[in-house]
């Protein structure tokens, strides 16, 4: 990749303000600009983390944390209401 890693960056800390105006105007729980923000910060993430490693053999501490489903589905059953 021949990306400037200070491009990449302005773009992550771009995504990261897109990602704000999006949570502040949010309209509903499933808002779709809130997600579509979501990934691009995930996306420039990536791109970031790869131009420092390729450019300067360098990793930040952060991780891309991703859900899995079945995890998901595990944690709403724990959150059902218990009968008795």
Request: hydrophobic content about 35%.
């Amino acid at each position: 990749m021949s990306i400037d890693p200070r491009v990449a960056l302005q773009s992550l800390t771009s995504a990261l303000e897109e990602h704000l105006a999006a949570s502040v105007s949010r309209r509903g729980d499933d808002d779709p600009s809130v997600e579509a923000a979501y990934l691009a910060i995930a996306d420039a993430f990536e791109v970031y983390e790869e131009v420092l490693y390729d450019s300067y053999g360098e990793v930040t501490p952060l991780v891309i944390y991703e859900e899995d489903e079945d995890e998901q589905d595990d944690e709403d059953e724990d959150l059902e209401p218990i009968q008795g």
